[in-house]
């Protein structure tokens, strides 16, 4: 018979390693998960990259302090614009033309861009980036002045896409609008909707995120769209129309 401590104490091999604790164990698996998230974030937006035409529109867009669509994003609105054979898109802020250029790439060959801005030095930047991409003029339509006076002037349910990218103060006012423009399975796209990640973050309250939280609340209680939050670039909210 063996001693007693033998059959309580390992007699060959390592001995068993010893557990972290399990706050410990988690906060690791959380800290790899994250880091896990932030690679695939990473390599969805290099998935896609921007070329000449876009890099130097992205280029004049911060020089004028307008901002831009990520890659990741551009090539989703590409997506957008291709898998609805768009013909008719409207886009709120042309910016320097960057996700004027998505679109067109995925439109239909003769389809049309409205594109409004309240500054000229803007859309001249735009209609640049357009030339430089040879798009034919008759496919672009650039509206100089603020959104909320032009919008009501455009026709109801004609439009396959319609893009939110103008001041983000105003965004939930020009969800009414943007709604009666489209046609029944049409969209709207409003990118930059997690305002550099400070949307999910309740400590966070400044003026544009409580606008952005604004916006994805009336969205998602509009019972005429069905609508996803893409964590593309800094956010892409999608809804569809009913």
Known sequence: MFPAASRTAPTHGAPPLARPPRGLASSRRQEDAITDKAGSWAHSED???????????TERAAE???????PGTGALLQVLAAGHRATA??????????S???LLRGMSPDGVLTTIDSEAEHQRAAKAAFAEEQVR?????????????VMPRLADGA????????????????????????????LVLVPH??????????????????AMRELGRAVRADERLVAAMVPSGDGLLVAARR
């Open 89 to 98: 898109v409207a886009e709120v802020g042309t910016g320097a033309g960057v």
């Open 137 to 149: 003029a008759m496919r672009t339509r650039t509206i100089t002045g603020r959104a909320l006076d």
């Open 47 to 57: 998935f896609r990259t921007a070329d000449d035409v876009l890099l130097r529109a």
């Open 64 to 70: 004028l302090g307008c901002g831009a669509v990520s």
């Open 100 to 102: 004027g250029l998505w």
């Open 159 to 186: 439009y396959d896409l319609v893009l939110l990218d103008g001041d983000p103060l105003e965004a939930v006012d020009y969800l009414e609008q943007a709604v009666r423009l489209l046609r029944p399975g049409g």
């Open 193 to 210: 909707a997690l305002a550099d990640d400070r949307v999910p973050d309740p400590a966070r309250r400044d003026e544009l995120t409580t």
